[in-house]
């Protein structure tokens, strides 16, 4: 099985900073794609960061400029940062992970439980 743990949100005030980790564990050969998603109060969950490995990233045009996704292969762990925070980046934020178990397996998706992400004004 693979395990996500996401940590790093909590409270920040407008224009302020977080970075969000994501850590995966267990049976893990590769990670084909990373992800990090948010879902705010009445409001369906929507993409906020993707990132294909050896490709480029992708934004939601409302984080350009403001998050960087990445991520460290060794430590099995994709981050997020996020800078300018605003008010309406207030939201869970999850993390999603395309996961390779073995060698010649299909990827699987994995979601992490989420962190909360409180921007005030």
């Known amino acids: 099985q693979v395990q996500l743990v996401e940590s790093g949100g909590g409270l920040v005030q407008t224009g302020g900073s977080l970075r969000l980790s994501c850590a995966a564990s267990?049976?893990?050969?590769?990670?084909?794609?990373m992800g990090w998603y948010r879902q705010a109060p009445g409001k369906q969950r929507e993409l906020v960061a993707t990132?294909?490995?050896?490709?480029?990233?992708n934004y939601a045009d409302s984080v350009k400029g403001r998050f960087t996704i990445s991520r460290d292969i060794v430590k099995k762990t994709v981050y997020l940062q996020m800078n300018s925070l605003k008010p309406e980046d207030t939201a869970v934020y999850y993390c999603?992970?395309?996961?390779?178990?073995?060698?010649?397996?299909?990827?699987?998706?994995?979601w992490g439980p989420g962190t909360q992400v409180t921007v005030s004004s």
């Open positions: 999603k992970l395309d996961v390779v178990r073995r060698a010649g397996w299909s990827s699987q998706e994995y």
């Open positions: 267990g049976s893990i050969f590769s990670i084909n794609a």
């Open positions: 990132s294909k490995t050896g490709g480029s990233a």
